[in-house]
């Protein structure tokens, strides 16, 4: 079974633009979350997504936003691209939304903002 | 989800068992005990989870102490790919309980 897929794996923007990553979760699982991993803050939450529906969110600004798609893919938008955006992006999924199931990592986009 | 401590760093020579501690004092009733690890610029890799039982799967075994306030992770065998950082993360077992919290983690070193 192929694990979760991120593309692209490297991207550099410049400040002001917007970039759209994408995570393709393992087939089956209907749970994707994303998450932020600085050197500064380590792994953070951003928001999960279960059937299309936003279900949890972190603190973050608006300029991050996301969606799935009814096959569970999903995409994260950041909008208006600051220095701080820096970092590798990950996105997990799961089969289920609730209780003690695990969650598979992708290997993660590292973005650079210039 | 309740907070979680471990310490910085441990180094453990290869061939021998990693034994990685976990401080989990506030964990409540509904919340599990994970462990993941992060080898250098990878998405983290889930390595086993339990509520109140001792685990083992084919990567490690979780000890989980009687009041479940504290749990070890022990790598029986550890080789040097198993350098990496390793979260102890708690998590409850609720409706939109997908979200990980985690800390600083474990940076396990194993050498020759």
């Known amino acids: 079974k192929a694990g979760v897929t991120q593309t692209p794996r490297y991207l550099i923007k410049t400040r002001g633009q917007q970039v759209t990553l994408s995570c393709s979760p393992i087939s089956g699982h209907r749970s994707v979350s994303w998450y932020q991993q600085t050197p500064g803050q ?13 279900r949890n969110k972190g603190n973050f600004p608006g300029r991050f936003s996301g969606r799935q798609f009814s096959n569970s ?3 994260m938008n950041v909008s208006t691209l600051e220095l701080g ?3 590798l992006y990950l996105c997990a999924s799961s089969h289920y939304d609730i209780g003690d199931n695990e969650q ?5 986009t590292r973005l650079t903002v210039l | 989800d309740a907070k979680t401590t471990q310490p910085t760093s441990m180094d ?3 061939g021998r068992a990693a034994n990685l501690p976990c401080n989990h004092s506030t964990i ?3 919340e599990y005990v994970y462990w993941y690890r992060q080898i250098h610029s990878q998405g983290p890799q889930y390595i086993i989870h339990g509520l109140k039982n001792n685990e083992t799967n084919e990567m490690a075994s979780l000890i989980i102490t009687e009041d479940r306030k504290s749990s070890t992770l022990i790598l029986p065998h550890a080789t040097l790919r198993d350098t990496a950082v390793y979260y102890c993360i708690v998590r409850a077992f609720t409706g939109t309980a997908s979200k990980l919290t985690f800390g600083t983690g474990t940076r396990l070193q194993v050498t020759l």
Do not use: H, K
């Open chain 1, 42 to 54: 380590g792994l953070q939450f951003l928001f999960e997504y279960f059937s299309e529906t936003q």
């Open chain 1, 73 to 75: 893919r999903s995409e």
């Open chain 1, 85 to 87: 955006d820096s970092a």
């Open chain 1, 104 to 108: 598979f990592f992708g290997p993660g």
């Open chain 2, 12 to 14: 453990c020579a290869e």
């Open chain 2, 28 to 30: 409540s009733g509904n």
